[in-house]
Nanobody
Framework: VQLQAFGGGLVQAGGSLRLSCAAS????????IGWFRQAPGKEREFVAA????????YFADSVKGRFTISRDSAKNTVYLQMNTLKPEDTALYYC???????????????WGQGTQVTVSS
């Protein structure tokens, strides 16, 4: 599976960004997709995930109510809509794919290259 994450950038606090994760190399419908992030000096953490059908979503407590996740099967793409961004959301964001399991504890074996999100105060 090849994953390409893009859409990051610099935004002021309170602003919005939409990240995209484009998948190729296998049947998109077989993949659960998760978003993770890693800030400098911190461990990678789970942000959000969506199951194979798009019927179930998962969010870290820190982003609940601000972020949404969706998938477009026609475009083999998962989106992470990030609203009301805070400086603490600054991190390198990665998307990952799992063929087994779903949610934050799925077996994410394939990872994209990451896209930087910087939120200024």
């Amino acid at each position: 599976v090849q994953l390409q994450a893009f859409g990051g950038g610099l935004v002021q606090a309170g602003g919005s960004l939409r990240l995209s994760c484009a998948a190729s190399g296998t049947a998109f419908s077989s993949l659960a997709i998760g978003w993770f992030r890693q800030a400098p000096g911190k461990e990678r953490e789970f942000v959000a995930a969506i199951n194979r059908s798009g019927s179930t979503t998962y969010f870290a407590d820190s982003v609940k109510g601000r972020f949404t996740i969706s998938r477009d099967s026609a475009k083999n793409t998962v989106y992470l809509q990030m609203n009301t961004l805070k400086p603490e959301d600054t991190a390198l964001y990665y998307c990952a794919a799992a063929t087994y399991g779903t949610g934050p504890r799925a077996e994410y074996n394939d990872w994209g290259q990451g896209t930087q999100v910087t939120v200024s105060s």
